[in-house]
């Protein structure tokens, strides 16, 4: 959001200087008259450009960007980090007996980022002006998510936000260790990818043609395996383009399938069914749902919204589709274990070991067991699939080579042979 500097009268006559944060100038302005200051002079200090008709239109047209921006998909990557590390200093402020508001004007003055002082800035202006910590957040859902927010809310009716915090902080800092190990498990594959397929590029363009049209300048009849090679030189000269263009086509047409209901449903199955890759992802969604239900459950918030909350965030719809199921039972008065074996989706003994929490009343303990075992699990899989993977990938690149070395060798060795 766009930030203003003003000169302005206030009541009484006195001139009054500062800035504010707005989505225009005439916004500016308003919030301005609200507090019955008269603005004479508005300048937009961000981005160093003023605040006229032309200034008007790019921060209109920039804010539209930016609304377009503000799914409720809560943070990712590196945004995870900076909330992580935000609400560990908020839960740390508040738990020192520090008034929220007080808590909130340090982390606006201590903000690494013009963005994350602007946000803070407008959560405190948002609180003071009567809303709760959980509605303030909630006007900024790509930091925030639905999960952060509802826990936070939570932690406002019971009166420990602080704990429900902290309690976040460590939650956030296991999701962005999982993701890393996920991550770290296809970069190697997908480097290897890239790397092999711009060296096979660069010799069917460059290296194979001279070659081959040396071959063909000599005037004998070429082997089979030549002339395949030739055909696919020829093909990577003359039609890269289109290669190009097919493979932008492909990754739009799947997005969009992606996109919709069933066709996310029908791709998340297919992945879980793809051998070890679908046993890493089924044990990722796993430790996400127990790790979160668990994490909402502790700080208070309904066993119904808790779930609601979770299939949001599990990443895999075909586990989402379960926990939407678990959480229809339960409105029907069933318990969580039964309705989460019959799905058929989560192992035996999740739904054991939940029954086993449930009976004995300490199901976020036992929801906690199941994903730091889980994660475990996905450490031994996340070794295996990069183990597994990179001799397939370097096989794969050498039998590409050696054909093309191979087709190159075949007619120089008959010539030598006549």
Same mark, same amino acid.
């Given at each position: 959001?766009?930030?203003?500097?003003?000169?302005?009268?206030?009541?009484?006559?006195?001139?009054?200087?500062?800035?504010?944060?707005?989505?225009?100038?005439?916004?500016?302005?308003?919030?301005?008259?609200?507090?019955?200051?008269?603005?004479?002079?508005?300048?937009?200090?961000?981005?160093?450009?003023?605040? %006229?008709?032309?200034?008007?239109?790019?921060?209109?047209?920039?804010?539209?960007?930016?609304?377009?921006?503000?799914?409720?998909?809560?943070?990712?990557?590196?945004?995870?980090?900076?909330?992580?590390?935000?609400?560990?200093?908020?839960?740390?402020?508040?738990?020192?007996?520090?008034?929220?508001?007080? =808590?909130?004007?340090?982390?606006?003055? /201590?903000?690494?980022?013009?963005?994350?002082?602007?946000?803070?800035?407008?959560?405190?202006?948002?609180?003071? @002006?009567?809303?709760?910590?959980?509605?303030?957040?909630?006007?900024?859902?790509?930091?925030?998510?639905?999960?952060?927010?509802?826990?936070?809310?939570?932690?406002?009716?019971?009166?420990?936000?602080?704990?429900?915090?902290?309690?976040?902080?460590?939650?956030? /800092?296991? @999701?962005?260790?999982? @993701?890393?190990?996920?991550?770290?498990?296809?970069?190697?594959?997908?480097?290897?990818?890239?790397?092999?397929?711009?060296?096979?590029?660069?010799?069917?363009?460059?290296?194979?043609?001279?070659?081959?049209?040396?071959?063909?300048?000599?005037?004998?009849?070429?082997?089979?395996?030549?002339?395949?090679?030739?055909?696919?030189?020829?093909?990577?000269?003359?039609?890269? #383009?289109?290669?190009? +263009? %097919?493979?932008? =086509?492909?990754? #739009?047409?799947?997005?969009?399938?992606?996109?919709?209901?069933?066709?996310?449903?029908?791709?998340?199955?297919?992945?879980?069914?793809?051998?070890?890759?679908?046993?890493?992802?089924?044990?990722?969604?796993?430790?996400?749902?127990?790790? $979160? +239900?668990?994490?909402?459950?502790?700080?208070?918030?309904?066993?119904?919204?808790?779930?609601?909350?979770?299939?949001?965030?599990?990443?895999?719809?075909?586990?989402?589709?379960?926990?939407?199921?678990?959480?229809?039972?339960?409105?029907?008065?069933?318990?969580?274990?039964?309705?989460?074996?019959? $799905?058929?989706?989560?192992?035996?003994?999740?739904?054991?070991?939940?029954?086993?929490?449930?009976?004995?009343?300490?199901?976020?303990?036992?929801?906690?067991?199941?994903?730091?075992?889980?994660?475990?699990?996905?450490?031994?899989?996340?070794?295996?699939?990069?183990?597994?993977?990179?001799?397939?990938?370097?096989?794969?690149?050498?039998?590409?080579?050696?054909?093309?070395?191979?087709?190159?060798?075949?007619?120089?060795?008959?010539?030598?042979?006549?």
């Amino acid at each position: 959001m766009p930030i203003y500097e003003y000169k302005a009268f206030a009541s009484g006559g006195s001139v009054a200087t500062g800035v504010i944060d707005a989505d225009t100038p005439r916004a500016a302005r308003d919030k301005l008259r609200k507090d019955k200051i008269l603005v004479t002079e508005l300048r937009q200090i961000k981005g160093g450009r003023s605040a %006229g008709l032309a200034g008007g239109f790019f921060s209109r047209t920039r804010a539209k960007i930016q609304n377009l921006r503000q799914e409720p998909s809560g943070p990712s990557g590196r945004d995870l980090e900076v909330v992580g590390g935000i609400t560990r200093q908020m839960g740390t402020l508040l738990g020192a007996g520090i008034p929220l508001a007080e =808590a909130l004007r340090a982390m606006v003055d /201590q903000a690494e980022t013009r963005r994350l002082q602007t946000m803070f800035r407008e959560i405190r202006e948002g609180i003071t @002006q009567g809303l709760s910590l959980g509605d303030a957040l909630a006007q900024h859902p790509r930091m925030f998510s639905e999960l952060y927010v509802n826990m936070v809310r939570a932690g406002e009716a019971t009166g420990h936000v602080d704990q429900v915090l902290n309690r976040l902080a460590d939650f956030l /800092q296991a @999701q962005r260790a999982l @993701q890393r190990k996920v991550v770290s498990a296809l970069t190697y594959p997908l480097l290897m990818i890239c790397l092999g397929g711009g060296v096979i590029a660069v010799l069917m363009t460059v290296v194979v043609p001279k070659i081959t049209g040396m071959l063909l300048d000599t005037g004998q009849e070429l082997p089979l395996p030549t002339l395949i090679l030739v055909s696919i030189s020829e093909a990577f000269q003359n039609w890269w #383009w289109a290669g190009l +263009l %097919g493979i932008a =086509a492909c990754s #739009w047409m799947v997005e969009r399938y992606y996109k919709s209901e069933s066709g996310k449903l029908r791709v998340d199955r297919f992945m879980l069914g793809v051998p070890i890759i679908g046993d890493m992802l089924l044990k990722s969604a796993i430790s996400r749902f127990t790790r $979160t +239900l668990s994490t909402l459950l502790t700080s208070g918030v309904p066993a119904v919204r808790a779930l609601e909350i979770t299939s949001t965030v599990v990443g895999n719809q075909v586990i989402a589709n379960a926990t939407d199921h678990v959480r229809k039972r339960i409105l029907e008065g069933t318990d969580i274990a039964g309705p989460l074996r019959g $799905t058929g989706v989560f192992p035996s003994v999740v739904g054991y070991m939940v029954a086993v929490g449930e009976q004995t009343g300490e199901l976020e303990q036992m929801l906690d067991r199941i994903a730091d075992a889980y994660d475990e699990e996905l450490d031994v899989v996340t070794e295996r699939v990069t183990a597994l993977l990179e001799p397939i990938m370097i096989i794969a690149l050498a039998g590409i080579v050696g054909f093309i070395v191979y087709s190159i060798i075949l007619p120089i060795l008959q010539v030598s042979s006549i």
